[in-house]
């Protein structure tokens, strides 16, 4: 069976990245788990159509729940397509559940989506424990990203 150019060895592949909880947040914590899908939400992801904007996670009645995340209507679904903008059941042991509930009520930190992706078939949800950044610690990473790719730059001019 050949593998897939876009997979890791150890089958996952990427289908979206939130590039701006990077940005907003500090994450102090990540946690990979699986995410409820209908049949017509697991065909549009497979064609990446999906945003990010304004996801959030939270514990609901003891279960992890994914609010926010817009996967677009599948094209061919007819009358049978899926809500947009439900809220989506995330599959996590409760004990997860449990620490992850009490970090977010005692240290006022948030649950944020980092990135979905396939492992072996399945959807994953990277979740991140996260704390929200400062303007000028915003400020300090993109200063630190620019020198990095400065210096990145000089090398490669350079023959290094």
Not at 2 to 8: L, P, T
Not at 28 to 42: D, F
Not at 54 to 78: F, K, P, W
Request: charged share 35%; proline share 1%; hydrophobic share 35%.
């Amino acid at each position: 069976m050949a593998k897939n150019k876009a997979q890791d060895e150890d089958g996952t592949s990427l289908i979206a990245k939130n590039k701006k909880a990077f940005h907003n947040y500090e994450v102090m914590q990540q946690l990979e788990c699986g995410i409820a899908l209908t049949g017509t939400e697991v065909k549009s992801l497979r064609m990446k159509n999906l945003a990010f904007t304004d996801c959030y996670a939270t514990v609901r009645e003891g279960e992890l729940v994914l609010v926010g995340l817009n996967i677009s209507e599948y094209a061919m679904g007819h009358e049978m397509n899926h809500v947009p903008d439900r809220n989506r059941k995330l599959l996590v042991k409760k004990r997860e559940i449990r620490k992850l509930k009490t970090a977010v009520q005692e240290k006022g930190l948030t649950l944020v989506p980092l990135d979905l992706h396939w492992r072996r078939g399945l959807a994953k949800v990277e979740l991140g424990l996260v704390r929200g950044k400062k303007l000028y610690d915003k400020r300090e990473t993109l200063r630190d990203r620019e020198t990095k790719r400065d210096q990145d730059r000089a090398r490669r001019q350079y023959g290094r």
